[in-house]
């Protein structure tokens, strides 16, 4: 039933210039600046390894997972077309292009929200307007001039074409929102562990509505994404809403009590026994 009612949301095309990617690069760099400058050591080290999480997933796992049998025999999730060549999975001469694509979609990609997901969460409960605006601003600002500046300047206009065919992962998605939400709302809706805060759960509902919205509403405005309104809302409610809940639940509750458990394992090795000379 739900696979009928998606199923024109199965396939998320892109299409944009290469120079997307040198462009998007230099944002990158302002972008780690700014998190240097300001010392956000805890979200550059959340961006890294969320980072090779995502790389690993979209780059090597989706591309070298099949489709399911409504695709011809060798298609996989991720596929990649450059200068209107399909990327073989040998790469080829295509290698270093890919890697550039890779790079951007899923590193660029992850070092930019993941950091900037941690600074909102932390901010909202130090109440610091002031670097959330900063941050929430260049982040978005950043997203949205990328692709004009991308039109507006010749630098290496071959067209990139890369699809995920998501027919096989909707459900998944679908199911990460309502499970990821149903526990969000237990641990801070109700009083079973101590941390009620009815505003956490619409807060981590809004940033992820923002994060997704930050992402497709350009991709949608400079018709690099060619899909209609209807994808557009899907998306901003459900690619970002799928992680958002479980990433607030992991810097709120699960890395704090690791790092503390780690701390107290550390400072127990490095405990010497009394030495009495004489």
């Given at each position: 039933m739900l696979q009928q009612i998606f199923q024109g949301f199965n396939e998320a095309w892109r299409r944009f210039q290469y120079d997307y990617i040198f462009i998007d690069g230099?944002?990158?760099?302002?972008?780690?600046?700014?998190?240097?400058?300001?010392k956000k050591w805890k979200p550059i080290k959340f961006g890294i390894i969320t980072s090779i999480l995502v790389y690993l997933i979209d780059a090597v796992f989706w591309w070298n997972l099949p489709a399911n049998a409504n695709?011809?025999?060798?298609?996989?999730?991720?596929?990649y077309w450059i200068g209107g060549v399909e990327v073989?999975?040998?790469?080829?001469?295509?290698?270093?292009?890919?890697?550039?694509?890779?790079?951007?979609?899923?590193?660029?990609?992850?070092?930019?929200?993941?950091?900037?997901?941690?600074?909102?969460?932390?901010?909202?409960?130090k109440k610091n307007r002031k670097e959330i605006l900063l941050f929430t601003g260049f982040f978005f600002f950043a997203w949205l001039l990328i692709p004009f500046i991308s039109f507006w300047l010749p630098i290496n206009d071959t067209i990139v074409e890369t699809v995920r065919h998501m027919d096989t992962q909707m459900i998944?998605?679908?199911?990460?929102?309502?499970?990821?939400?149903?526990?969000?709302?237990?641990?801070y809706g109700t009083n079973k562990f101590g941390k009620k805060n009815l505003k956490f759960i619409l807060y981590v509902f809004i940033i992820g509505s923002l994060g997704s919205f930050f992402m497709e509403?350009?991709?949608?405005?400079?018709?690099?994404r060619p899909t209609g309104v209807e994808f557009l809302i899907f998306e901003i409610f459900i690619l970002f809403n799928q992680g958002a809940p479980y990433l607030f639940i992991a810097y709120d509750i699960v890395i704090p009590k690791v790092i503390t458990l780690m701390r107290e394992i550390f400072s127990k090795k490095t405990e010497l026994?009394?030495?009495?000379n004489y």
């Open positions: 230099i944002f990158f760099i302002v972008w780690l600046g700014l998190l240097f400058k300001k695709y011809t025999l060798g298609t996989t999730i991720r596929q073989p999975k040998t790469y080829s001469q295509y290698f270093w292009a890919k890697a550039g694509a890779d790079f951007m979609m899923c590193i660029s990609y992850s070092m930019f929200i993941f950091p900037w997901l941690w600074i909102v969460f932390e901010n909202f409960v998944v998605w679908i199911v990460n929102v309502i499970v990821g939400y149903s526990i969000l709302t237990l641990i509403f350009p991709l949608f405005l400079t018709g690099i026994p009394l030495v009495v």
